[in-house]
Nanobody, 115 residues
């Protein structure tokens, strides 16, 4: 089993930045794919960015050039650096990871972009 704990959400003005963190309860070497999803009110959950098997990274078109996913293997943590935030980025952001074919989710962290 894997526990994922997100942190770093909050309220930010348009154009601002936030960094989300996802701490895993086991080595992230064994967690693929692993990344971030988001769900806005009344909308379906969607992929934001993820590390895929084989080392590639997927980004949603809407965040390319603004968001960057990274990982610190020593800390078992994956990050999402979000720059140039827009009101449409407002959502609950969830960390997701697969271990031995089973998917796990964190509890989510709210990101609100508003002036």
């Amino acid at each position: 089993q894997v526990q994922l704990v997100e942190s770093g959400g909050g309220l930010v003005q348009p154009g601002g930045s936030l960094r989300l963190s996802c701490a895993a309860s086991r080595s992230i070497f064994s967690l693929y794919p692993m990344g971030w999803y988001r769900q806005a009110a009344g909308k379906r959950r969607e992929l934001v960015a993820a590390f895929m098997s084989g080392g590639s990274i997927n980004y949603a078109d809407s965040v390319k050039g603004r968001f960057t996913i990274s990982r610190d293997n020593a800390k078992n943590t994956v990050y999402l650096q979000m720059n140039s935030l827009k009101p449409e980025d407002t959502a609950v952001y969830y960390c997701n990871a697969y271990y031995l074919g089973v998917g796990y989710w964190g509890q989510g962290t709210q990101v609100t972009v508003s002036s």
